[in-house]
């Protein structure tokens, strides 16, 4: 980390706990201007777990029996900042019995004992907007049979905060946690008697965030999609604030939400979830539909281009592909080299799928979550299209570099379906080796066709691949395609080995084929997820070969077997996440 970058973060740690021990002396309110509406949506079964003192933050399962959340020690970082971000409540709100309400406001009371004073972890801006937000959300479900003080408390500390925020949201990073603060505080100042007056400078603040932030594309810098959906939840809630208060919405806040709407509906799978790139999960389940439906914006991107992904879809079927350069600089830190990815559900089934960020297991699975081979793509002799830099010193943090720079695509319509064509330099530079890929996706859903070549496109590229072959002993360039089966998928090599026959919990079978000349098998793979205490096993098809030339090609298909009907009722459960997590 730079002398600069160790300066700004020490100042803004120093800021945090002067501003948070300053609030202190702030008066507090009284009461709400009207009666909040909850707008977040909390999980039944994460809220049943919690009332029973199973505590599963940032993949670490705490086992707590009767005492407070706050005595119990984190095992890291991570966990803390979830619970004091508090979106917890949302799912003690979900299961909304009486052993749910006691425990929110048992743990709600005991950090304004502990914590109310401008101490602990959980004063930075945007732990401190996402807080507040549940606060008010869920102030009905709080205070319902609380005695005076413990009302007057409540309403103190959330002034004290809102203070806070006021002060302290330039000290958010830019993107996800500036957002965050800033709807905190907007939030608040619209619904707290008295504090209308904070409101104003977040309305302007965030205005002018939805400009730098957002692009054209409704895009964020990080490329990451589920974040793209945070930012986009929380600036549906501001606007609704905003309205519910009789007040207008700045141009920019609705343009942003305008031209976020078309990119989350082209990142959104037949299923529902999101596409899984760039640090990114599937979604908080019922946020995306929630978030599209209360932004009253239906258009979807006409290229199926967004955010520097490329859709094709058809009956159901989807194919999602990362077809962009990674994020640079600090927009990175989270990355991954994934150029030219893709992923494919078919109706409620995810079949073909990236790894995922391996951040809450730890710091090798996150490493090994963010390089190529943990992705549907191809990989060159084990190396990935891009590398991570060396840890940034103070923060840990480690940024993409030497990733693809020049992404050129095209997606067109042919006789029998559509096409995306995509190449990167991502291997140029060891190799001298330009990786193309094609994919087609039939009209009526039932096929992908793909095409994946490396190339020595011009004099030196092909110097540089021929140093590459002599130091191969002229044994060829490894290289291999790999293709990451969701967990819940079926696999068996078929047809003495030349294919791979996958069925999907629906009933579907899907077949892949090669065009023969190349080692075809299935290995062991992981599927990273949020939320649970460990990686889930899966299964990967690995086509394998060598490139001995200028030019290389490899021919594959996916495709539904013959005998599977057009249309399935997919009837077939699938089971509760948050409940399987525990024994897993």
């Known amino acids: 980390m730079s002398t600069g970058d160790t300066f700004t973060s020490r100042k803004n740690r120093f800021l945090n706990r002067f501003y948070a021990r300053l609030s202190r002396r702030k008066r507090g309110v009284t009461a709400f201007v009207s009666q909040p509406e909850p707008r977040t949506i909390g999980s039944f079964a994460r809220g049943r777990q919690l009332a029973a003192g199973n505590l599963l933050f940032a993949g670490y399962l705490v086992e707590s029996t009767g005492e407070s959340l706050w005595s119990v020690e984190a095992p890291n970082a991570a966990f803390d900042e979830e619970r004091h971000g508090f979106a917890w409540l949302d799912d003690l709100a ?5 052993a749910a309400r006691e425990k929110a406001q048992a743990w709600v009371w005991d950090w304004i004992d502990e914590f109310g004073n401008g101490r602990g972890p959980g004063w930075t801006p945007e732990l401190t907007g996402r807080r507040v937000i549940r606060w008010i959300c869920h102030a009905p479900f709080l205070l319902r049979g609380r005695e005076k003080e413990d009302s007057e408390a409540f309403f103190c500390a959330l ?23 800033l709807t905190g505080l907007i939030y ?5 008697e008295g504090r209308e007056e904070l409101a104003d400078p977040g309305v302007r603040a965030l205005a002018h965030e939805c400009n730098e932030q957002i692009d054209d594309q409704g895009g964020l810098p990080t490329r990451n999609p589920e974040e793209l959906l945070e930012v986009f939840t929380l600036l549906s809630w501001a606007a609704q604030a905003l309205h519910e208060a009789g007040r207008g919405t700045a141009h920019a806040h609705t343009e942003a939400i305008e031209r976020i709407a078309p990119t989350l509906r082209t990142l959104r799978h037949a299923d529902g979830g999101l596409a899984r790139f760039h640090g990114g999960g599937r979604g908080l389940e019922g946020r995306l539909d929630q978030a599209l439906a209360n932004s009253h914006t239906r258009d979807r991107h006409a290229d199926g281009l967004s955010m520097g992904y490329a859709r094709l879809s058809a009956h159901r079927t989807s194919v999602i592909i990362d077809a962009a350069p990674p994020p640079k600089g600090s927009a990175s830190y989270n990355a991954h080299a994934s150029t030219l990815a893709f992923e494919l559900t078919s109706g409620r089934r995810p079949l073909i799928v990236n790894c995922g960020s391996g951040a809450t297991f730890g710091l090798e699975w996150r490493r090994a979550g963010r390089a190529s081979p943990s992705h549907s793509t191809l990989c060159l002799d084990g190396y990935s299209c891009a590398r991570l830099a060396d840890p940034e010193r103070g ?24 096409r995306f064509q995509g190449g990167h330099d991502g291997y140029a530079q060891t190799f001298g080796l330009t990786h193309a890929r094609s994919l087609e996706l039939t009209f009526d859903g039932r096929g992908l066709a793909g095409e994946d070549m490396l190339l020595a496109i011009d004099e030196p590229s092909k110097k540089r691949f021929d140093k590459a072959m002599d130091a191969s002993v002229l044994t060829g360039i ?13 696999s068996a090599l078929d047809l003495g080995g030349a294919a791979v026959s996958m069925a999907l919990k629906s009933g579907e079978i899907w077949v892949f084929r090669h065009d023969g000349g190349f080692n075809l098998a299935i290995e062991p793979s ?4 949020k939320g649970r205490l460990k990686p889930r096993a899966s299964r990967q098809i690995v086509l394998s070969g060598r490139a001995m030339d200028f030019a290389t090609r490899v021919r594959w298909s996916l495709s539904k077997a013959q005998d599977t009907a057009v249309a399935i009722r997919d009837l077939n459960r699938d089971d509760d996440v948050t409940e399987v997590d525990l024994s897993t």
């Open 94 to 98: 979900a299961l909304g019995n009486l």
């Open 159 to 181: 002034s004290q905060q809102t203070w806070f925020l006021s002060k302290r949201w330039p000290g958010a990073a830019p993107g996800l946690p500036r957002f965050e603060a």
């Open 188 to 192: 608040a100042g619209l619904s707290l």
């Open 395 to 418: 923060s840990g943090r480690e940024a993409l570099v030497d990733g693809p720079k020049e992404v050129p695509i095209e997606i067109s319509e042919v006789s029998d379906g559509l």
């Open 478 to 490: 490894g290289f291999d395609i790999r293709f990451h089966l969701h967990p819940d998928v079926d």
């Open 526 to 529: 992981v599927y990273l997820e």
